[in-house]
């Protein structure tokens, strides 16, 4: 099968560095040109988003403290894939009950993204869950700090347009829904 001109020929791999959520590749690259050199990434687990709906039309949102920025950032409920998960939705809807007390109805799978290909081998895989209730008590981890609440979607696109919302993954589950699914009758 021939290769595209374009790829890197991986030479040697090895964790450079290991915690819990990501672990920090070294590889060893030899590049189109032949230039031999090396380049890092972090690797993580498949994660998920979830931007759920109760049947009034609000939003479940989450208010968490991010140390990397100190500060609290208003977002959806996100998380990684487990090696018990099922599949990818039974991931979605264990993250949305331990993150909100929340469960859905139904779950529909969004869109799917690399969203920083140029340093991580992270997926995110975005779902929309309809007919949000409470139904029990968050599940936090415990470096976790998060406040749940339902908000209005204009109040939430507001948000968006004025800044105020700066999490990249809800920034993205927001846009895509509005752009291409809320008028699609979801």
Do not use: K
């Not at 208010?63 to 939705?89: C, F, H, I, K």
């Amino acid at each position: 099968m021939p290769t595209d001109p374009l790829a890197w020929e991986t030479r040697d791999r090895d964790v450079a560095y290991s915690c819990p959520g990501f672990d920090v590749i070294n590889e060893s690259v030899r590049l189109p040109d032949g230039t031999e050199t090396d380049f890092d990434y972090v690797s993580e687990p498949a994660s998920v988003c979830i931007l759920p709906f109760t049947p009034d039309g609000d939003v479940v949102c989450i208010d968490e403290w991010r140390q990397a920025v100190s500060r609290v950032n208003r977002g959806l409920p996100v998380g990684g894939t487990e090696p018990d998960d099922d599949d990818l939705e039974a991931a979605a809807r264990r993250e949305l009950a331990e993150e909100t007390g929340h469960e859905a109805d139904h779950l529909e799978a969004l869109v799917t993204v690399e969203p920083a290909n140029g340093f991580a081998d992270s997926v995110m895989h975005f779902f929309v869950a309809h007919g949000c209730r409470p139904t029990a008590e968050q599940e936090l981890d415990h470096n976790e700090s998060i406040r749940s609440q339902t908000v209005g979607f204009d109040e939430l696109l507001e948000a968006l347009r004025e800044g105020a919302i700066r999490d990249g993954r809800t920034v993205l589950a927001l846009s895509y829904y509005q752009l291409f699914a809320a008028d699609a009758g979801e």
